[in-house]
Each structure stands twice: as structure tokens, then as C-alpha cells.
């Protein structure tokens, strides 16, 4: 909740997606039919103060037109909410109602992405709900961008094996393992990173050659065993907005 200058609570504008149309000031922009209907519920009256988000950094301030279906762009925002690390997040495939919960929470603590990964003990339900389910985790995490007030969202990737996704990785690999030293601020690397989380029951063996042969460097998320969607908080929390190396 902002306050004003006389220490009033005031509400913040809410923050809509408009995805692929450009934000430029004077611009009248018609809003998707799911936004428009949200400011309708919420009685936002036209004239209003927005802010709308492209999804890909770019951030403006409007106002509601008197329709209700458009706005008026009237000056363009600084990024916010973003860090200077971008993690991406390889997840191993458990059940839907996890992976949901991580991308929401994971977006709040600022993922640049999470690539599904199939994982051999993924199991084979769970893998076809993801897949089938990949629509609605983006829309959790275009919803948890707007509620957070990040700028970006973060590209939610259909499952697939881990063979294929480590080639494409961004930045230095890290893997979360259970009885790995911890990552100590020495041992943080600098830049980008991609950090792998295991499914229930962990990565294999055959995965964790895999990552080894990348030159994933493993560590701790403490001394007790965490469900994979609170690995994923406590793993973002500690990477993207520590100072690096």
C-alpha cells in the first residue's frame, strides 16, 4: 500500500498485461477482453491511473478511457522490479499442483524462466499434466508478475528431458543436492546462472553425470529435505539477489 506526501494510505493503479503492442506516450491501447473484465469486477472508473506492462520490460502509466476497453498511455516507466541476476530455473516434473505452486512463488522471487524437465522419476501422469496444463502455468506466472510488480514474465518451457536442455542453459550451472556444502557468498558465481531442482526423490544417477559432465556445481539448501516447489523458493532467494563474486 503507497502513502502520500500526507502519510495517507493510497491504493496502488493496478497493472495489466498487454502483450505485443507497443507503449508509447499518447498512445490509446484496447485492453485484452481478461483485463478489461478484471477492472470492471474491481469498479475501476475511466480516468483512472494504470500501469501496463508489455511482459517483456517495458512499463507505462494511463489512464482508463471512458469505454472501459482501452487506455490512454500517458508517460512511459523505468523497469522495476527485476534483478541483476537472470536464474533460470530447470524443474524436474512432479505433481501439477507443486509445479504450479513454484512457478507462482518462483516468479515472486524473481526466476527469469523455468524450463519442465522430464526427469526419470517424473511420473509419466504428472509430465502429461504439465504438458497439457503449460497454457495456465504461464498465465500463474503473468499473474504473479502482476501482483509482485516485476516487469518481465517469465517463459514457463514445456517439459523435456534433461539431455536436450543443458546445452541451452544460461549462465553457470548449479544443481541443488541434500548433503552438498552450502553456497557460501566465495562460492557464488558472477553473471547469469541456471539452477537445476530435482523432482520427488531427486535427479538419478545417469542425470547427475549429466550435470556433472555440464560442470554443474552442487550445494545445499540446508540441513532438511525440501519438497521441489520450496526448493525452488529457498534456491531463488539465496541466487538472484545476492551480490556476485
Same mark, same amino acid.
Given at each position: 500500500?503507497?502513502?502520500?506526501?500526507?502519510?495517507?494510505?493510497?491504493?496502488?493503479?493496478?497493472?495489466?498485461?498487454?502483450?505485443?503492442?507497443?507503449?508509447?506516450?499518447?498512445?490509446?491501447?484496447?485492453?485484452?477482453?481478461?483485463?478489461? +473484465?478484471?477492472?470492471?469486477?474491481?469498479?475501476?472508473? %475511466?480516468?483512472?491511473?494504470?500501469? &501496463? *506492462? #508489455? @511482459? =517483456?520490460?517495458? $512499463?507505462?502509466?494511463?489512464?482508463?478511457?471512458?469505454?472501459?476497453?482501452?487506455?490512454?498511455?500517458?508517460?512511459?516507466?523505468?523497469?522495476?522490479?527485476?534483478?541483476?541476476?537472470?536464474?533460470?530455473?530447470?524443474?524436474?516434473?512432479?505433481?501439477?499442483?507443486?509445479?504450479?505452486?513454484?512457478?507462482?512463488?518462483?516468479?515472486?522471487?524473481?526466476?527469469?524462466?523455468?524450463?519442465?524437465?522430464?526427469?526419470?522419476?517424473?511420473?509419466?501422469?504428472?509430465?502429461?499434466?504439465?504438458?497439457?496444463?503449460?497454457?495456465?502455468?504461464?498465465?500463474?506466472?503473468?499473474?504473479?508478475?502482476?501482483?509482485?510488480? +516485476?516487469?518481465?514474465?517469465?517463459?514457463?518451457?514445456? %517439459?523435456?528431458?534433461?539431455?536436450? &536442455? *543443458? #546445452? @541451452? =542453459?544460461?549462465? $553457470?550451472?548449479?544443481?541443488?543436492?541434500?548433503?552438498?556444502?552450502?553456497?557460501?557468498?566465495?562460492?557464488?558465481?558472477?553473471?547469469?546462472?541456471?539452477?537445476?531442482?530435482?523432482?520427488?526423490?531427486?535427479?538419478?544417477?545417469?542425470?547427475?553425470?549429466?550435470?556433472?559432465?555440464?560442470?554443474?556445481?552442487?550445494?545445499?539448501?540446508?540441513?532438511?529435505?525440501?519438497?521441489?516447489?520450496?526448493?525452488?523458493?529457498?534456491?531463488?532467494?539465496?541466487?538472484?539477489?545476492?551480490?556476485?563474486?
Amino acid at each position: 500500500m503507497a502513502r502520500d506526501a500526507l502519510g495517507t494510505s493510497v491504493s496502488a493503479p493496478p497493472r495489466l498485461l498487454v502483450p505485443g503492442v507497443p507503449l508509447e506516450a499518447g498512445r490509446e491501447i484496447v485492453l485484452p477482453d481478461e483485463e478489461a +473484465r478484471h477492472l470492471r469486477v474491481s469498479r475501476v472508473a %475511466p480516468g483512472e491511473e494504470l500501469v &501496463l *506492462l #508489455d @511482459g =517483456r520490460g517495458a $512499463r507505462a502509466s494511463a489512464r482508463l478511457a471512458a469505454s472501459g476497453r482501452a487506455a490512454v498511455v500517458t508517460a512511459l516507466l523505468p523497469v522495476h522490479g527485476e534483478p541483476d541476476r537472470r536464474a533460470t530455473v530447470l524443474l524436474g516434473v512432479g505433481e501439477l499442483a507443486r509445479i504450479e505452486w513454484a512457478v507462482e512463488k518462483g516468479t515472486e522471487c524473481g526466476a527469469a524462466a523455468f524450463v519442465l524437465v522430464t526427469a526419470a522419476r517424473s511420473q509419466r501422469a504428472h509430465v502429461a499434466a504439465a504438458t497439457a496444463r503449460i497454457g495456465r502455468l504461464r498465465r500463474i506466472a503473468a499473474a504473479a508478475v502482476k501482483q509482485c510488480d +516485476r516487469s518481465v514474465v517469465p517463459e514457463v518451457a514445456v %517439459p523435456a528431458p534433461l539431455v536436450g &536442455l *543443458l #546445452d @541451452g =542453459r544460461v549462465g $553457470r550451472l548449479l544443481v541443488a543436492r541434500p548433503g552438498a556444502a552450502p553456497l557460501t557468498a566465495d562460492r557464488l558465481p558472477a553473471g547469469d546462472l541456471t539452477v537445476a531442482i530435482g523432482p520427488e526423490g531427486g535427479f538419478d544417477e545417469a542425470e547427475e553425470r549429466l550435470l556433472a559432465a555440464a560442470g554443474a556445481v552442487p550445494f545445499s539448501l540446508g540441513g532438511r529435505i525440501l519438497r521441489l516447489e520450496t526448493a525452488v523458493v529457498a534456491a531463488l532467494v539465496r541466487l538472484v539477489d545476492a551480490p556476485s563474486s
